[in-house]
């Protein structure tokens, strides 16, 4: 049975920090791209962060507007993917989402097209 289980969303003051976590089970989140999206209110989908593997080795992928304040992880023996967020801003309030796809990124990693596994989102709340 395949899942997805994103934890760690929470309430912080703009500048703050959170650390969001995407556990799997029934797959290898190394087999080919996990990603985190985000959805903000009156929004789209967009993508925030991801990494692929889908050609051989890892490439990172992080929106214009958290590079240099998110940090994205992965650790295989644990078959989890981290989501390090620093200096939070209000602009990155969101419903975050991990996601996963079973086979290698047809729409390009930052494209929700490619992923089929999803996780059910965690909210993130920056405000004074």
């Known amino acids: 049975d395949v899942q997805l289980q994103a934890s760690g969303g929470g309430s912080v003051q703009p500048g703050g920090t959170l650390r969001l976590s995407c556990t799997a089970s029934?797959?290898?989140?190394?087999?080919?791209?996990v990603a985190w999206f985000r959805r903000a209110p009156g929004k789209e989908r967009e993508a925030v962060s991801c990494?692929?593997?889908?050609?051989?080795?890892?490439?990172?992928f992080y929106a214009d507007s958290v590079k240099g304040r998110f940090t994205i992880s992965r650790d295989n023996a644990k078959n989890t993917a981290d989501l390090q967020m620093n200096s939070l801003k209000p602009e990155d309030t969101a419903v975050y989402f991990c996601?996963?796809?079973?086979?290698?990124?047809?729409?390009?990693?930052?494209?929700?097209?490619?992923?089929?596994?999803w996780g059910q989102g965690t909210q993130v709340t920056v405000s004074s």
């Open positions: 029934g797959f290898s989140l190394g087999d080919y791209a």
């Open positions: 990494i692929d593997d889908s050609d051989g080795y890892s490439q990172y």
């Open positions: 996601a996963a796809p079973h086979r290698a990124p047809l729409y390009g990693s930052n494209s929700p097209r490619s992923y089929e596994y």
